[in-house]
């Protein structure tokens, strides 16, 4: 299936799923605050019709270019059910699967700290890219130790001899320092890195601006 083709089928889903929106390939909470929640379609290279279906939380002060399923899993039991779409109940099928597998989860991530909670339980959520993504959760929520040591530990996963983990290190190590010198600049730099990815994901319409956070 190709874009228009998720558009139109994620257009259709939403009718039963009121405070959704849907763009491309993407259905998700709106209005969009520090943390995208949402049901992703990905194509099969194997075969034009097939398709996966992911339910997903994107912590935006993360700066990112792209779209990503890091923190979520396939929708369909065990590694994710292959979807497709001559299936003749296809929606009522992923509208059950959304209702039931998905919905519970992303209601209950409000928070950078309820993310890390509810992504936590999920199975297979020990990654390093998963860590650091909690570490930026755990600065935007102003629990800087916490923060620290797990962009502490993290850092010493990257391979300095690789340009952009060289990068990323250095990076990391700027934010540390500023989040223990000036918390407050740290945090204007979080909400920067919010409002940049959801100018690269092309969500300005949906966002809806800065926010306080809840510490829930």
């Given at each position: 299936m190709k874009k228009k083709d998720f558009e139109a089928l994620g257009k259709r889903l939403i009718t039963r799923m009121p405070g959704y929106e849907c763009k491309g390939s993407l259905i998700f909470v709106a209005p969009i605050g520090s943390i995208l929640r949402g049901i992703g379609f990905e194509g099969s290279s194997f075969d034009k019709n097939n398709f996966f279906v992911w339910?997903?939380?994107?912590?935006?002060?993360?700066?990112?270019?792209?779209?990503?399923?890091?923190?979520?899993?396939?929708?369909?039991?065990?590694?994710?059910?292959?979807?497709?779409?001559?299936?003749?109940?296809?929606?009522?099928?992923?509208?059950?699967?959304?209702?039931f597998e998905a919905m519970p989860f992303l209601s209950k991530v409000l928070s950078p700290l309820r993310l890390i909670d509810e992504v936590t339980k999920l199975p297979r959520m020990r990654t390093n890219t998963v860590r650091r993504a909690f570490a930026y959760s755990y600065a935007r929520a102003g629990e800087i130790k916490k923060a620290c040591v797990l962009f502490d530990e993290t850092s010493k996963t990257l391979n300095p001899e690789i340009a952009w983990q060289k990068d990323e290190a250095e990076k990391t190590r700027a934010l540390v320092e500023t989040l223990k010198t000036d918390p407050v600049k740290a945090q204007a730099i979080l909400q920067s890195n919010e409002e940049a990815t959801v100018r690269n994901l092309k969500l300005e319409e949906f966002y809806r601006g800065p926010a306080k956070l809840d510490r829930i």
């Open positions: 339910a997903f939380a994107q912590p935006m002060y993360v700066l990112q270019e792209y779209f990503t399923f890091t923190l979520g899993w396939r929708l369909g039991g065990g590694g994710g059910q292959i979807w497709n779409a001559q299936a003749g109940n296809l929606e009522e099928q992923l509208a059950a699967a959304i209702e």
